[in-house]
């Protein structure tokens, strides 16, 4: 196990996350091969997506009862916007923050209730993306089975310009090979280009490395069992898929693929239909249109994204947003018999409680909140003074213009606009 460190993504915030899920996902193979004598990437990636939203459902949870309580609260934000509507300067946009916070702060929740969600799935997307790109590396169980193929390559004078030139032979670039550090290193990179090679490439590779067919043939059985899922390739693109089987005729092979993003598409469509929607009466413009942007774009980027990462991915993606269907069906059900007055009340009481840890009164967050406004009007008054201050020095400058000047004709129609509007 420790030198699969060596082939792990090293990146700072993203690596540790994929050394975490790794090891989920190593325990999840030994489970299935220990107790079910089931040897499935496939299969542990679902097994993997189910956990993983059971331990996010109670967030879940709380975004959808933050998505209720804002229709409850638009009103009265739609109320502050109305109120500022058109006042640009500083003050009046601190009086509307201020103003907006404190009826957020009335209704016990908080602005950033919607983005938590988001904020700890795209982490754990990206270090699965890492995970499944290079299984190997995190699950030890499957590592063994390449080590002896890997030692007979290695086996081989001149095994370096022989897999160079096997790389250029498939036409395999998205991955490259590591000779110049330790031996470990030149395995662990080999292992990289047989885990993400097309199937079409193990008969090259017999041809590449005489004498080792048997051994080579043992490897790609094994793999089968591991990396093929209703017969595709989980470690390859369906792109990449699409391809190699066209070229080979293997057209069941490019129909499975083409079907991988599909459904990556209709199950993001299913699990947006199935989300909440608010009342028309409790949303604004703005708001309503990013809803229906989002709701077209994200079944399209699906499509486009699961083209070029592996089938995994694709398979997390499918399995994430049919569990997530399941899962609203439920919540819905669930959100349904809520009281929301009920709601408020607890989340309320919360707030009061967290504040109260802090040392924060109520009086005094109604002192502060009615000296922040006293402090804003003061200062609006301010720069009322200065603007008019100003105003009136440009007008004295005006009144001294040179006759047929820019400024003396413009003086003539401003006395002449006057005119008119005391008659």
Sequence with gaps: MAENILTQYTGMFIGPIAKLLGYIMNWIYMFLNGVFHVQNIGLCIIIFTVIMYLILLPLTIRQQKFSKLSAKVQPEIQAIQKKYKGKKDQASMMAMNEETQMVYQKYGISLSGSCVQLAIQMPILLALYRVIYNIPAYVGGIKEYFDPVVQGIMGHSGYQKLMTDFMEQINLRTVSLNFEGTEVQAANSIIDVLYKMPVSAWETLKDTFSGMGGMIETLEAQLEHLNFFLGINIANAPLELIRSGWSAGEYLIV????????????????????????????????????????????????????????????????????????????????????????????????????????????????????????????KAQVVTKDQEEKLRQVSEQSKKAKPGSMAAKANLVKEFNERNNRQ
């Design 255 to 378: 129909f499975g693929a083409i079907m991988v993003p599909v459904l990556s598409a209709v199950t993001q469509v299913l699990n947006i239909k199935l989300m909440p929607t608010p009342n028309a009466g409790a949303e604004n413009d703005t708001m309503s249109s990013s809803m229906k942007t989002m709701n077209y774009m994200m079944p399209i980027f699906s499509f486009i994204m699961v083209f070029s990462v592996p089938v995994g991915i694709g398979i997390y993606w499918i399995a994430g947003a049919l569990i997530r269907s399941i899962q609203q069906v439920v919540i819905n059900r669930y959100m349904d018999k809520i009281d929301l007055d009920e709601l408020i009340k607890k989340n309320q009481e919360k707030a009061k409680k967290k504040r109260a840890k802090k040392g924060i009164s109520e009086n005094q967050i109604s002192s502060a909140a009615r000296m922040n406004t006293r402090k804003l009007s003061e």
